[in-house]
């Protein structure tokens, strides 16, 4: 069985409208992948930038896998959520990649989307904020019923990843 | 050199805490420790120190630590590879001795020349008074263990504000990863048959191989 080892870190996350930003991460696989050990969802820190406007949260990612087989190779999908200083959260984007499939280091920089509503509820979210929200986190990595979403683009998250891969030559995988 | 068959790996870091670019504060220290699995021992070198107290140059903003960070780890797993955790500390208005950050990376995977710049925060009061109260006594909230920076449960909703940067430079070695069938490294193999690194590998037998090509 072939293993892999994830380990780097959610830097942190610019470009939203928003500072005071914290994000809530989870890692899926396919049915053919094994966690052995590490933690494969959470939640950062929230972050404030007091210099640039960069929101920093070094989350650690430490996890390993084992596999049987390529497919489902694993994805991480991540939700930034704004949290002001009354302690009220709300969704600012979602977004997802794949975990890089080389061996080595990886800057990886996802995009991440946010669903419009009708145009009154835009007009609700500029006054009062909320907005519309995946009923289930599936849909952040998979393609499937992407057709009924209408969403505008937010910002980036920065992970840096650094993957170390075990036994793939063996079974004649090239990465 | 090693056993036939090792079941241990080497992580050989050599390295300095560079220094800070904090524009806000000034004569500054830092304290520095790894944190890392069960898997894992340090073999030799020093687990945590303290750098000297540094202030801005008369030309330029940056504050300067050129600390020596020369540590040896020996584990059976990848997992838990361990994390530099900093914390740095400085004077406030009365004198008092505050934390101005905390901050946390991996040591890198791959051998080699590395450089990383780490984002440096703050636990933040949530009330406003709790600030001024903080400021006035010169009692910042702290973390108790500053271990805490390198575990990712029990972070969701802390609030931080992010303050400065540190750089630190890295130079890893490994010994034996990929006898033991880890690798951090790419094994595609070109067209003229082993690449020059694995060419290397056979001839010096262990992965002391520079990252420079």
Known sequence: MAELHIIGQIIGASGFPQNSLFCKWGVHAGGAWRLLSGLKEGQTQVDNPQIGEMAYWSHPIDLHFTTKGLQGWPKIHLQVWHQDSYGRCQLLGYGYCHVPSSPGHHRVSCVTWRPVGTWQEQLAHAFVGGGPQLRSPDTIYSGADRYRLHTEAMGTVDLELGIITSRFDKFGVES | ?213
């Open chain 2, 1 to 213: 050199m090693a056993a036939v068959n090792p079941s241990v790996f080497l992580l050989t870091v050599n390295g300095q805490i560079e220094g800070a670019n904090f524009p806000e504060y000034d004569n500054l220290y830092c304290k520095y420790c790894y944190v890392f699995g069960h898997d894992w021992t340090p073999t030799s070198g020093l687990e945590e120190g303290i750098t000297q107290i540094t202030c801005k140059g008369s030309l330029s903003d940056k504050l300067i630590w050129n600390f020596p960070l020369e540590t040896t780890f020996k584990s059976t797993s990848p997992s838990g590879w361990p994390q530099l955790v900093l914390s740095v500390y400085g004077p406030d208005v009365f004198g008092n001795d505050v934390v101005r950050g905390y901050g946390a990376t991996h040591i890198p995977i791959t051998p080699g020349k590395h450089s990383r710049t780490i984002p440096m925060f703050v636990p933040e009061p949530t009330w406003r008074l709790q600030r001024f109260t903080s400021w006035l006594l010169g009692r910042r909230p702290e973390y108790t263990d500053p271990k805490v920076v390198a575990q990712g449960e029990g972070r969701g909703v802390t609030r931080v504000r992010s303050q400065g940067f540190v750089t630190v430079s890295f130079n890893i070695m490994t010994k034996d990863m990929k006898k033991l069938g880890k690798s951090p490294l790419s094994t595609t193999v070109s067209e003229g048959g082993l690449s020059w690194r694995q060419r290397q590998e056979q001839q010096f037998g262990s992965e002391i191989v520079s990252g420079h090509m």
